[in-house]
């Protein structure tokens, strides 16, 4: 199985970044004093060097007041983002990833991809339909089989998966 690779499209940060992490003091240009807000403990938050031009532009978290404080669009790529504060972001950042699976066409276009345990988040029709017949129906509690199973059954109705430790 493959390590988990970000794609830089920053929805998680988007959505709940803001409800993870809230700044409670500046203590330098790039260091800040935050608080986890799951867990309520506070941590050291540093904007690394190559990003400290992006952090200074706020606008794009002023005007999504729900994004990560951190959250910033990547210089110079369109639709790409950054955690400003990578080598320092909280546990909870380190530790998530947003999918168990992704899946493509056979023509490399992205069909759809596994969120949380068991959850299909697509729009394409074939794979949907081929999740309902063929996917829906495994039932074993066993997650390591259960996503050999579904890459299997996947790979026979043409997709090419990647699944993620």
Sequence with gaps: MAAFE????????MH????????????????????SRVSGDTFRARV?????DAFRDTGPVDENPCWCPFLRPKPGDEGRFICTIHSTRPQICQSYICCTMRIWTGDGRVAGKVKGRRSLDS????LRRCWEERVAPIRTD?????RAQVKSVLEECGFRVEAYE
């Excluded at 729009?123 to 074939?126: E, N, S």
């Excluded at 066993?142 to 259960?146: C, H, Y």
């Design 6 to 13: 970000c794609t830089l499209c920053g929805r998680c940060c």
């Design 16 to 35: 709940v970044g803001g409800e993870l992490i809230s700044i409670e003091r500046r203590l330098s240009g790039r260091d800040f004093l935050c608080r």
């Design 48 to 52: 690394e060097e190559q990003y400290l």
């Design 123 to 126: 729009g394409d029709p074939a």
């Design 142 to 146: 066993d997650d390591v089989l259960w």
